[in-house]
T-cell receptor, first 108, second 114 residues
Framework: GQSLEQPSEVTAVEGAIVQINCTYQ??????LSWYQQHDGGAPTFLSY????GLEETGRFSSFLSRSDSYGYLLLQELQMKDSASYFC?????????FGSGTKLNVKP | DVKVTQSSRYLVKRTGEKVFLECVQD?????MFWYRQDPGLGLRLIYF???????EKGDIPEGYSVSREKKERFSLILESASTNQTSMYLC?????????????FGDGTRLSIL
């Protein structure tokens, strides 16, 4: 099977920067995606890395290093609304495999 | 915007019942997926379908079956519900292959088996 590991919980203050890491044990995948899920809501797509390096989308950036089997999601200028769970996922052919998720708590 | 609609937000059924969860998407996506989400385990793929009448098993297909008779509709069937199938069930759809297409999720069905 596929294995993606994330920290279970991260806490940060409003306005700060936080990095959520994702390490994986799989190969031959197309890319690494990140999803956000608020309590009681549906997961929503945030970003995708098909190639190594950094992808930036507004306050969110995502990074992939295939040689290190590692990726991360970087959230800048944290806002209270960023409190949610964040999942990394790898895509292989038509299948997606998700990590167990990181609960981000943003405090005032 | 893509809309993925799951038929029920909350559902309570009894052990041994046959349970149907329905999912409809409105963007003509080829691929549709059923996941279950449990605390600390993330999203686990049950089944997916890449075309009408086509299906493939995911990581945890035991106790489940699926049906895709029309492109827009993907049904998950619990043949004989058991208490360990109490969970949040999420349906998703995506277009194309390659993984760079985002998955669009429904709001989920929270299923309780008593």
């Amino acid at each position: 099977g596929q294995s993606l590991e994330q920290p279970s919980e991260v806490t940060a203050v409003e306005g700060a920067i936080v990095q959520i890491n994702c390490t994986y044990q799989t190969s031959g995948f197309y890319g690494l995606s990140w999803y956000q899920q608020h309590d009681g809501g549906a997961p929503t797509f945030l970003s995708y890395n098909g190639l190594d390096g950094l992808e930036e989308t507004g306050r969110f950036s995502s990074f992939l290093s295939r040689s290190d089997s590692y990726g991360y999601l970087l959230l800048q200028e944290l806002q209270m609304k960023d409190s949610a769970s964040y999942f990394c996922a790898v895509s292989k052919v038509n299948k997606f495999y998700f990590g167990s998720g990181t609960k981000l708590n943003v405090k005032p | 915007d893509v809309k993925v609609t799951q038929s029920s937000r909350y559902l309570v059924k009894r052990t041994g019942e046959k349970v149907f969860l329905e999912c409809v998407q409105d963007m003509d996506h080829e691929n549709m997926f059923w996941y279950r989400q449990d605390p600390g385990l993330g999203l686990r793929l049950i089944y997916f379908s890449y075309d009408v009448k086509m299906k493939e098993k995911g990581d945890i297909p035991e106790g489940y079956s699926v049906s895709r008779e029309k492109k827009e509709r993907f049904s998950l069937i619990l043949e004989s519900a058991s208490t360990n199938q109490t969970s949040m069930y999420l349906c998703a759809s995506t277009s194309g292959t390659g993984g760079n297409q985002p998955q669009h999720f429904g709001d989920g069905t929270r299923l309780s088996i008593l």
